[in-house]
């Protein structure tokens, strides 16, 4: 198969995978998790009309003719803080003492603020006239029952939590947490607690993509070392693909003797969808599907694998999380320093955004290697540089997108 643009392959790897099912999970633990339906509003907010105000609650018709020079006086009926509900009716001549928050007794229109008044005890005196409906909040003004809120498939964040305890939603329906199972292959990796040995790396690998994942919101599920094994890296994907929804690995999907990945996914019964990208870094990779679970073969140089992993699985991966908007939105943002290689191919740059001159900048480490996992530390957005493209000049804009 030749390789396609990484953003094919995005697209081609979505469209084959299913989204987890959903669960009803407690409010208090909602935060960051994935809306499973809309959320309508059952209920008006404010539930009643209400004083924004302290102050007082009166007939709009009474305060007409009220002014500095002729004031008018009415008689308090009762006070009504916030909490309570009124018990007297307002009728000509009366009004009610009213707290922020406290319901608008029937027969008043208008309220104002005490401090505009002149009062006691028994009577308010007001110096001005007042139209009806004057710092009333009517009922259903922020929200009125039917309104969608927020659509499934939202990332629920603090006014989403909010509004749906407003609602009296304690157990609002989420998507289940995507598990993604890690699986680390090559005969010279070793943990990372292990001493160093000759001919040894440790396995960054493993912690580089737990760490994107929970950052993503997934739970990631270690299944080991497999070794340049196919049978035991096959048996690994099969365990994988039994208790998790994904399965990312990482190494053994170039061409050379010990790349066994893509024939250790087909002993499995996965089927291959790709294998490689028109992109660098990260071209060398091997993507396929079973039973609408994404399998993910990533290099195992390590910049590589985080490139290829934001560029083509990560979307997937938020498709079956649930995400309603789960691929990258373009933004575009400008190079903050020169990048000096040439790109025969689609490159995506690593780089950290910077918003202090009021522009949307991007910081380039200039170490932008296969290998080189140290300049992906606080990287936060890609820019991508077109295939054909020569050195990049400072301040150039290219679109890119956020991680």
Do not use: W
């Amino acid at each position: 198969m030749g390789h396609l643009d990484f953003k094919t392959a995005q697209t081609l790897l979505m469209d084959r995978v299913s989204v987890v099912n959903a669960e009803p999970v407690s409010i208090a633990h909602c935060g960051g998790r994935i809306l499973a339906n809309d959320l309508t509003a059952a209920e008006n907010i404010p539930p009643f009309d209400r004083s924004p105000y302290d102050g007082y609650a009166f007939r709009a018709e009474d305060s007409a003719q009220a002014s500095e020079e002729n004031p008018v006086t009415l008689t308090i009926l009762e006070e009504v803080p916030a909490g309570a509900v009124p018990t007297k009716t307002v009728t000509a001549g009366t009004a009610v003492k009213i707290l922020t928050g406290a319901p608008i007794p029937q027969g008043a229109d208008a309220v104002c603020k005490y401090e505009d008044t002149r009062f006691d005890a028994q009577q308010v005196t007001l110096l001005r006239a007042y139209k009806s409906g004057a710092n009333i909040v009517r009922m259903g003004e922020d929200v009125q029952i039917g309104k969608v809120l927020a659509q499934k498939g939202d990332v629920i964040d603090a006014g989403t939590a909010g509004t749906l305890a407003s609602q009296g939603v304690t157990q609002p329906m989420v998507y289940r947490t995507l598990r993604v199972g890690i699986l680390s292959t090559g005969n010279e990796v070793i943990e990372a607690d292990e001493a160093l040995r000759p001919g040894k790396i440790r396995n960054s690998n493993r912690h580089t993509l737990e760490a994107a994942l929970c950052h993503a919101g997934f739970e990631p599920i270690y299944l080991g070392l497999a070794g340049d094994n196919v049978e035991n890296i096959a048996a690994r994907f099969r365990e994988g693909l039994e208790s998790c929804d994904a399965v990312i690995s990482t190494g053994g999907v170039s061409v050379g003797d010990y790349d066994l990945t893509p024939d250790a996914m087909e002993r499995a019964g996965i089927e291959i969808l790709f294998r490689g990208v028109a992109l660098k870094p990260g071209m060398a990779c091997a993507y396929g599907v079973k039973d609408g679970k994404a399998v993910c073969g990533l290099s195992g140089n390590p910049a590589s694998s985080m490139t290829n992993f934001y560029a083509v699985a990560l979307p997937a991966l938020r498709k079956m999380a649930g995400y309603r908007l789960p691929g990258y939105r373009e933004i575009a943002v400008t190079l903050n320093e020169d990048f000096r290689k040439k790109s025969p191919q689609t490159r995506l740059l690593r780089g950290r955004l910077d918003l202090s001159d009021g522009t949307v900048r991007m910081h380039l480490p200039q170490e932008q290697g296969n290998v080189i996992l140290s300049s992906t530390i606080n990287c936060n957005v890609m820019a991508i540089v077109p295939a054909g493209s020569g050195p990049v000049p400072k301040n150039t804009t290219l679109k890119g997108f956020l991680l």
